[in-house]
C-alpha cells in the first residue's frame, strides 16, 4: 500500500524566514495531495492541495510543489508568521480508477516560528 | 461551508464502561467519515473508514468489537469505545468526505480527548 515519508520532523526558522516541508510518497498512482496544518489541541485544517495534473498551486504565503516523476511534493511558506506555528500534515490517496482512496498522513512536522 | 462537529470535546470515564462519539456533518452530506486517533505529538492513525449503510472498515490492527462504529445517516457517524481501558486514553478524531467520484477533500472534526480513569 502506499506509504508517506514526511520530513522534518521538526523546524526552527526565524520570523520573515521561508519554511520547506518535504513528503514522498511510494505509489505512482497517488494523485491527490493535501497539506493540513494542526494547532495545538485543535483539528486538522486542510489549507493547500494539489491535484497530479498540476506541478505548482500558490495560495498566498502558501505554495505546493509536486515532482510526480521523482514522486514527492513540498510545502512552502514563505514571510513566515509566529501563527504560522503548528503541526504540518502532508497526505496522499490513491485513485482506484473512478473513486479515491484514503488520505495516508505523513508523520508530521512541528514548525517553530520564533518573533 | 464544509463544518464537521463532534461531541463531546472531552470525555473521562472509568475502567469498563462504554463512551459514545458523536461525528456529525453540518452543512454536507458525508458518505464516508472517518476515524482518527491520535497520540500527543503524533501523526493521525486511521482507525476506519464509515460508509452511511453499511459496515465500518477497519484497519489492521484495530479491535471492531471494541471500537463500533454506526454511520446511521449521511450526517452522522459514531464510534463507540467498549469496555475502556486507560490504554484506551487518546484524541479521537473524524473526518468527513465531501464529494465523491475524484472529488477527496476530508474536514477534520475538533476532536475527542477520551481519558479512561
Known amino acids: 500500500g502506499e506509504n508517506v515519508e514526511q520530513h522534518p520532523s521538526t523546524l526552527s526558522v526565524q520570523e520573515g524566514d521561508s519554511a520547506v516541508i518535504k513528503c514522498t510518497y511510494s505509489d505512482s498512482a497517488s494523485n491527490y495531495f493535501p497539506w493540513y496544518k494542526q494547532e495545538l489541541g485543535k483539528r486538522p485544517q486542510l489549507i493547500i492541495d494539489i491535484r497530479s495534473n498540476v506541478g505548482e498551486k500558490k495560495d498566498q504565503r502558501i505554495a505546493v510543489t509536486l515532482n510526480k516523476t521523482a514522486k514527492h511534493f513540498s510545502l512552502h511558506i514563505t514571510e513566515t508568521q509566529p501563527e504560522d506555528s503548528a503541526v504540518y500534515f502532508c497526505?496522499?490517496?490513491?485513485?482506484?480508477?473512478?473513486?479515491?482512496?484514503?488520505?495516508?498522513f505523513g508523520k508530521g512536522t512541528k514548525l517553530s516560528v520564533k518573533p | 461551508g464544509a463544518v464537521v462537529s463532534q461531541h463531546p470535546s472531552r470525555v473521562i470515564c472509568k475502567s469498563g464502561t462504554s463512551v459514545k462519539i458523536e461525528c456529525r456533518s453540518l452543512?454536507?452530506?458525508?458518505?464516508?467519515m472517518f476515524w482518527y486517533r491520535q497520540f500527543p505529538k503524533k501523526s493521525l492513525m486511521l482507525m476506519a473508514t464509515s460508509n452511511e449503510g453499511s459496515k465500518a472498515t477497519y484497519e489492521q490492527g484495530v479491535e471492531k468489537d471494541k471500537f463500533l462504529i454506526n454511520h446511521a445517516s449521511l450526517t452522522l457517524s459514531t464510534l463507540t469505545v467498549t469496555s475502556a481501558h486507560p490504554e484506551d486514553s487518546s484524541f479521537y478524531i473524524c473526518?468527513?468526505?465531501?464529494?465523491?467520484?475524484?472529488?477527496?477533500?476530508?474536514?477534520f472534526g475538533p476532536g475527542t480527548r477520551l481519558t479512561v480513569l
Open positions: 452543512d454536507f452530506q458525508a458518505t464516508t
Open positions: 497526505a496522499a490517496s490513491v485513485d482506484y480508477g473512478g473513486s479515491q482512496g484514503n488520505l495516508i
Open positions: 473526518s468527513a468526505r465531501r464529494g465523491q467520484g475524484l472529488s477527496n477533500e476530508q474536514f
